[in-house]
């Protein structure tokens, strides 16, 4: 069974600058996909980014990236410039490869909230 | 393109009675996963429908069960209900087969379930 781990129950940080938050995970597999979602007080999931385990160049979302280190299985999500609609609950999820599709496996979550 | 919708928004059931949450796929999608978030954690993977049938399954009683219908839309139905089933029900759609995004997740925005 896969675990997430995600170590950070909340974090802040002011307007416009650079925010990581951590996020560890646990497999024997071998081709898997990682994630981010954003999940705002008005509850709605959206994903924020992904990353093929497969893929050795890390992902990148506009002001969203990831460190992915496949050996570590360490997947982390640095936020630049941060904004005030980033403040939310933001969530790591693990899926297997294969006839997985949807199967996630969530982290505990992490508060993200941005000060003006 | 329509998202994903859920029926209904609030919900509040008394122990021993039955639910039936439902959940409109986005357009276009085959896969439905429905998911069990208590308040201040991540969610956690009930099941997952594919051409109307469960394709996979979390750790969750059968108490727990499911629908989906041609139109790909989905029913998650709670018997007996207890006092733990308090909870956010997610759903989330996908495309099997869909290409490189088929393993992306869309997420509807939730009901809250609570049995008292």
């Known amino acids: 069974a896969q675990t997430v781990t995600q170590s950070q129950p909340e974090m802040s940080v002011q307007e416009a600058e650079t925010v990581t938050l951590s996020c560890t995970y646990d497999t024997s597999e071998n081709n898997y996909y990682l994630f981010w979602y954003k999940q705002p007080p008005s509850r709605q999931m959206i994903l924020v980014i992904r990353q093929e385990a497969y893929k050795q160049q890390n992902a990148t979302e506009n002001r969203f990236s990831v460190n992915f280190q496949k050996a570590a299985k360490s997947f982390s999500l640095k936020i630049s410039d941060s904004q005030l609609g980033d403040t939310a609950m933001y969530f790591c999820?693990?899926?297997?490869?294969?006839?997985?599709?949807?199967?996630?496996?969530f982290g505990q979550g992490t508060i993200l909230t941005v000060h003006p | 393109e329509t998202g994903v919708t859920q029926s209904p928004t609030h919900l509040i059931k008394t122990r021993g009675q039955q639910v039936t949450l439902r959940c409109s796929s986005q357009?276009?999608?085959?896969?439905v996963s429905w998911y069990q978030q208590a308040l201040g954690q991540g969610p956690q993977f009930i099941f997952q429908?594919?051409?109307?049938?469960?394709?996979g399954r979390g750790n969750f009683p059968p108490r727990f069960s499911g629908l989906q219908f041609p139109n790909y839309s989905s029913e998650l139905n709670v018997n007996a209900l207890e006092l733990d089933d308090s909870a956010l029900y997610l759903c989330?759609?996908?495309?099997?087969?869909?290409?490189?995004?088929?393993?992306?997740?869309?997420f509807g925005p939730g009901t809250r379930l609570t049995v008292l």
């Open positions: 989330a759609s996908s495309l099997v087969g869909g290409g490189p995004s088929a393993n992306e997740q869309f």
């Open positions: 357009s276009g999608h085959n896969t």
């Open positions: 999820a693990f899926m297997k490869g294969g006839t997985s599709y949807g199967k996630l496996t």
């Open positions: 429908y594919y051409r109307e049938e469960e394709n």
